[in-house]
């Protein structure tokens, strides 16, 4: 039971890593980065990719991971996303076309991570974390990173928002961009650096993975991708607060599913979530009221 | 010819099973209603084919069955599903395609788990494929040229304003659903009648994104769109058989491009190139169907034209 508990925490945390970025993305820029999940499985390819040509230290791997997915993902939005919303003539079909367009992007570092690695997993087996045995709970430290960082990191963010200037300008801008272009705030910039933190986010949420299970597949994102979405639409759109809730909640829901059935039905969780979500309550647990967009 | 043919029989008649499937997304995403569903009822109706067809039932029921049940059950989706927009439906349909993936990888021995199901006992002819590619091609292109497509067009530009005129919009919004459904539930069955078999993998998050990169490059605004993006994406891999492992890097990209410089695929561009090539003999045959997002208040009278419109 004790090590059930581990389990839930790592998984949210994992899940609250993951999602943050996505969560930002959407309910700030009003962007649903399809790319999210590659971005993530890409930060850990990098780590992997340039831990086999120099010996860095796990630090400086994280950093790495984090920085190419950051700036991936800060580019695409500034090349692909911007020319969509210029081009495109009214909100409905900016949805669609980022959609689409953040498809095609993801499956650029999927294909290089496939064509590196054969597409079969990859990790870095010099980066054995170290595990711990505490009154009958065993885990690992890259387990406690994950969980430590991918809670508090959310909690963070959460109060961040309310309590900095920088979160009131990035909830100022997601509530009018025009007015806050009026108020002094340079939307692209905010934008970008948005964007830049949320890729960061998902490489850090990728490089963890990769540590923590010993090897992640090129195809890890799209899985994740999924329960991102479940997660968000759960939580709230937008709700930093309600990511982490969600987070927990899926945790918890997959961990129970797990352990009554062989597992093959914990991805199906997500899309349950998000079929009933969307129908019975929009909103999730926590996002402003959604009656207009959805 | 006859070897090319022979070479490639199966690329050719899994690019004709297709396309009711890309017709329904496409008239599905034109009409405003972003809606996968076609690829989730694509999947089910082709497992369902296959269990039938290997529990004994005849080939005539184990096709026609599928696609009407199909129906039925899109018709009981339609109000559930009747108020969600854009974005958000195309998420719960998504979500609706892959969980029947994830059914269909539990279902034990009516299914095959994870392996899916061989050897079924069903075949077709690439003749038949054919006559239905051509019939559903056909019906497409009435349906353009009717008032129903007018009605499609003016839907993606403002409920609104159809309402205004008449048109009863959620009925409207159903009947749409409920055909694009039925379109992917054929392919579905065509397809097992086409391969014997059926895995996981036609609910899945890569299929949904092929049939949706077929909808769009080809060319969503049209019938001619769903062949050429149908032709695109079979095709692409044999055509960059050289790149290799690169293929997905490459439609990838094309699909970044197209949304960002071509939203209306490959067809919108051959018009816009017939349009400066040719202007007046181009007056003369075009007929006006906005793609998506046109901005046309004359969408509802087809004789007149405005400029910028296809």
Not at chain 1, 56 to 72: D, E, N, Q, R, T
Not at chain 2, 158 to 164: A, F, G, K, P, V
Not at chain 2, 240 to 254: C, H, I, P, Q
Not at chain 2, 255 to 268: K, N, Q, R, W
């Amino acid at each position: 039971m004790d090590q059930q508990i581990v389990t839930v925490l790592v998984l949210a945390g994992t899940y609250a890593l993951f999602s943050l970025g996505l969560t930002l993305a959407w309910g700030v820029l009003d962007v649903l980065n399809i790319a999210h999940g590659a971005m993530m499985m890409f930060g850990g390819f990098s780590a992997y990719w340039v831990s086999e040509r120099v010996d860095l230290p796990w630090p400086a791997l994280i950093a790495l991971g984090m920085l190419v997915s950051g700036s991936l993902t800060a580019l695409m939005d500034a090349t692909v996303f911007a020319t969509i919303r210029r081009a495109a003539s009214d909100a409905r079909q900016i949805e669609i076309l980022t959609l689409i367009a953040g498809v095609g992007v993801a499956g650029i570092p999927l294909t290089l991570a496939e064509a590196s690695t054969h597409d079969t997993p990859f990790g870095i087996p010099s980066i054995r974390p170290a595990v711990y045995h505490v009154g009958g709970v065993s885990f690992s430290a890259a387990q406690v990173a994950v969980a430590v960082l991918g809670i508090g990191l959310t909690i963070a963010l959460a109060i961040a928002l309310v309590r900095t200037r920088q979160g009131r300008a990035l909830r100022a801008l997601a509530f009018d961009r025009e007015t806050s272009q009026l108020m002094g705030l340079n939307p692209w910039l905010l934008g970008t650096a948005t964007m830049f933190v949320a890729g960061a986010l998902a490489g850090l949420a990728g490089v963890l993975l990769m540590l923590r299970l010993g090897g992640i597949a090129p195809n890890s994102g799209e899985i994740l991708l999924l329960k991102g979405f479940a997660i968000v639409i759960l939580g709230g759109v937008g709700s930093v607060w309600g990511t982490l809730l969600a987070s927990i909640f899926l945790a918890v829901a997959e961990t129970v599913v797990v352990q009554y059935t062989s597992g093959t039905w914990t991805d199906g969780i997500s899309f349950v979530v998000i079929i009933v979500v969307l129908i019975v309550r929009p909103q999730g647990f926590l996002g402003k009221n959604l009656t207009e967009r959805v | 010819m006859n070897s090319w043919y022979y070479d490639n029989l199966l690329n050719v008649q899994t690019a004709l099973l297709y396309i009711p499937l890309v017709l329904g997304v496409q008239i599905s995403i034109r009409a405003g209603i972003f809606s996968l569903a076609p690829v989730g009822f694509f999947a089910a109706a082709a497992y369902a084919g296959a269990a039938m067809a290997l529990h004994g039932w005849s080939i005539a029921l184990a096709t026609i069955v599928p696609v009407l049940a199909s129906l039925v059950i899109a018709s009981f989706m339609a109000p559930i599903i009747a108020s969600l927009r854009g974005l958000y439906l195309g998420l719960v349909t998504f979500a609706m395609a892959l969980l029947v993936g994830v059914i269909a990888t539990n279902g034990g021995e009516l299914t095959g788990g994870s392996l899916g199901l061989f050897a079924v006992p069903l075949g077709t002819s690439t003749l038949e494929l054919v006559l239905t590619a051509v019939f559903f091609l056909a019906a497409a292109w009435r349906i353009e040229r009717s008032s129903i497509g007018r009605i499609v067009a003016a839907l993606d530009y403002s409920e609104e304003l159809t309402s205004s005129v008449g048109v009863d919009v959620p009925r409207m919004r159903s009947i749409i659903f409920v055909l694009s459904c039925g379109c992917g539930a054929t392919s579905g069955v065509l397809y097992v009648l086409t391969l014997a078999s059926i895995s996981p993998t036609v609910a899945s998050f890569g299929t949904v994104i092929s049939v949706l990169t077929m909808a769009i490059v080809g060319g969503i605004g049209r019938w001619y769109g769903a062949p050429i993006g149908i032709i695109f994406v079979t095709w692409l891999p044999i055509v960059l058989s050289s790149v290799g492992t690169y293929r997905n890097l490459v439609e990838g990209a094309v699909l970044a491009l197209v949304a960002m410089y071509a939203p209306s695929g490959i067809a919108g561009l051959v018009h816009r190139a017939a349009e400066v090539v040719s202007p007046r003999l181009w007056g003369v045959i075009r007929r006006p169907a906005p793609f998506v997002g046109a901005n046309s208040m004359a969408v509802l009278d087809s004789e007149s034209r405005k400029e910028g419109e296809f």
